[in-house]
């Protein structure tokens, strides 16, 4: 459940990121050294380079979470 959340808000953030840098890339053109401003293989490295770091920091706290018994939990509150 945990994991599937923070996948869902960085898929929602690669999708807004993505929209915005194809509307950006005139500006940031000029920027850019040898490299086309709309260049897909950095666009899908960049998403999944960011879905692969989301993914890890979502999976290691639940994982972690995943083996503490119910009660130990409960009580300690």
């Excluded at 194809?22 to 998403?47: Q, W």
Aim: proline content about 4%; aromatic content about 8%.
């Amino acid at each position: 459940m945990v994991v599937r959340q923070g996948l869902r808000l960085t898929v929602a953030g690669v999708v807004v990121g993505f929209i915005a840098a194809i509307a950006l890339s005139r500006v940031i053109a000029g920027f850019l050294y040898n490299v086309s401003p709309k260049d897909a293989t950095t666009f899908v490295g960049i998403s999944a380079l960011v879905t692969a770091a989301a993914l890890l920091a979502c999976y290691l706290p639940a994982r972690r979470a995943a083996t503490v018994d119910p009660m130990v939990a409960l009580r300690y509150e």
